[in-house]
């Protein structure tokens, strides 16, 4: 089977389609791998593609005047980015980067219009999507301005172990995130981030290691979070 067409295939998105459809989409799209740190599109430039990605994961992030960058979402093998073009957004209001060597798909908008209009209740599921990603973003930003420096980083920790989180034997989740990323991805400096995280390891809450942290207490984290808490977020 075409590579292209068995990740199309276990995509949840395209379950809509019936085989032909699929062939078809896989013919017509894309598959490019790439090596970790590449950027697939920039802000400002034509949004014009949507992306599935296959291996890896990828982040979307934009950056201020100054250049400080912050992390708006983390998407791993099965998610699609760049679905904005769908709604008639002209250039890229943010960029999107490879976290870890990885291989996406690349369906232009043309196509992915021509296959909406035919299956209209994939358009009711993109719809849904992005207006999760807009909740989440809505929910990210309440904690940005509510939780203090240590509720944001368990609260990140725990939001990138449910979605990215690899469980090893001994029941320690190993988040591969660099702490550059998780400073950007909660709003904060990597300084104090790589503070915060000494006191969590302290705790035992977690442990640190060459590109990645590993949650060696789960629940503790949990109720550390909840202790330090002064918004109502959940996990």
């Not at 209209?120 to 973003?137: A, D, N, Y």
């Amino acid at each position: 089977m075409d590579r292209r067409l068995w990740y199309i295939k276990n995509a949840a998105i395209f379950s809509w389609l019936e085989e032909e459809e699929l062939e078809n989409l896989a013919m017509r799209s894309e598959m490019t791998s790439c090596k970790r740190n590449t950027r697939l599109f920039f802000a400002e430039e034509p949004s014009d593609n949507i992306y599935l990605v296959k291996e890896g994961r990828i982040k979307l992030l934009r950056a201020n005047a100054g250049g400080r960058e912050m992390i708006l979402d983390i998407l791993g093998p099965g998610e699609i980015f760049g679905e904005l073009a769908l709604v008639d957004e002209e250039f890229r209001s943010h960029s999107a980067e490879a976290i870890d060597d990885a291989m996406v798909c690349i369906i232009s908008r043309g196509d992915f219009e021509d296959i909406l209009q035919r299956h209209p209740e994939m358009t009711l599921r993109v719809l849904k999507l992005i207006g999760l990603r807009c909740r989440e973003l809505e929910m990210r930003l309440e904690d940005l301005v509510f939780q203090p420096l240590a509720g944001r980083l368990a609260l990140g920790l725990l939001w990138q172990a449910q979605r990215h989180g690899v469980t090893e034997a001994d029941g320690g989740i190993r988040i591969p995130l660099t702490q550059t990323d998780l400073a950007n991805l909660i709003g904060a400096s990597r300084e104090a981030v790589a503070e915060q995280l000494k006191e969590m390891r302290v705790l035992g809450l977690i442990k640190t290691s060459y590109r990645s942290i590993r949650l060696t207490d789960l629940e503790g984290l949990k109720k550390f979070f909840a202790k330090i808490s002064i918004g109502s977020a959940t996990i």
